[in-house]
């Protein structure tokens, strides 16, 4: 069985910045990408950052200010967040699976597994 947990999360002011963390436990060698989404209230979940095998994109909203990493040896997935902005302000959530290709990845649906999620709240 596969587990996510993140940590990382927190209050922060506008223009501060946060690492997030997201540790994966079982077997994960079936997943050809794993992400970053994130959910304000009222809002669908959205992608943040995506890592497949080589490749990794990052969200128009925080293009120039977020970047993700991968540590495979510490089985861990990094957010680095930058100028944090209020509109940042969301539950951060870790996710693995198996998509059908860089489209593909951007749907959360498309995702098997999830962690619990983590809160970022970015005060102005």
């Known amino acids: 069985q596969v587990r996510l947990t993140e940590s990382g999360g927190g209050l922060v002011e506008a223009g501060g910045s946060l690492t997030l963390s997201c540790v994966s436990s079982?077997?994960?060698?079936?997943?050809?990408?794993m992400g970053w989404f994130r959910q304000a209230p009222g809002k669908e979940r959205e992608d943040v950052a995506i890592i497949g095998r080589g490749s990794l994109t990052i969200a128009d909203s925080v293009r120039g200010r977020f970047t993700a990493s991968r540590d495979n040896r510490e089985n861990t997935l990094y957010l680095q967040m930058n100028s944090l902005k209020p509109e940042d302000t969301a539950m951060y959530y870790c996710?693995?699976?198996?998509?059908?290709?860089?489209?593909?990845?951007?749907?959360?649906?498309?995702?098997?597994?999830w962690g619990q999620g983590t809160q970022v709240t970015v005060s102005s």
């Open positions: 079982g077997d994960t060698t079936n997943f050809n990408y």
């Open positions: 996710a693995a699976g198996r998509c059908g290709g860089w489209w593909d990845s951007l749907v959360p649906q498309r995702y098997s597994y």
